[in-house]
């Protein structure tokens, strides 16, 4: 059975596409662009800042979900200029201390807003 994830502690879905599919016991999160839930405007002109924020609103999907950044088994991070990749490598390393998941990291012509990165992520439910 497939479960559509819903919060507001991220931005909301600006098209046909859920936030997270829970199935069976994976998270598949759909990409996060660094949008604040609240003002629906991007935080921070840096990569490094609007990581943080794509961080943030990973987590709060993934809570939604039943889940955490501590479950995550596979993130693909989309950046706009791969020069930027030094600069979120730290922020996301911060968010992965102890068990980084596996990661992809493509660099793409353009993301949404004029966003300078994109992450998503995979995820097993949290053991209870």
Do not use: H, W
Not at 54 to 78: D, I, P, R
Not at 110 to 115: H, K
């Amino acid at each position: 059975m497939l479960k559509a994830v819903r919060t507001d502690g991220a931005p909301q879905p600006v098209g046909p596409y859920s936030q997270a599919i829970v199935a069976g016991e994976l998270v598949f999160c759909s990409g996060q662009i660094g949008l604040d839930p609240l003002t629906g405007k991007l935080t921070g002109s840096t990569a490094g800042g609007q990581a943080r924020q794509c961080l943030a609103n990973l987590e709060a999907v993934l809570a939604a979900a039943g889940s955490s950044l501590s479950e995550v088994v596979k993130t693909t991070v989309f950046l706009v200029d791969m020069a930027d990749f030094g600069e979120v490598n730290e922020v996301y390393a911060a968010s992965f201390p102890s068990l980084p998941p596996a990661r992809s990291a493509v660099a793409v012509a353009a993301l949404p807003l004029g966003a300078r990165v994109e992450i998503e992520a995979v995820a097993r439910r949290s053991r209870r």
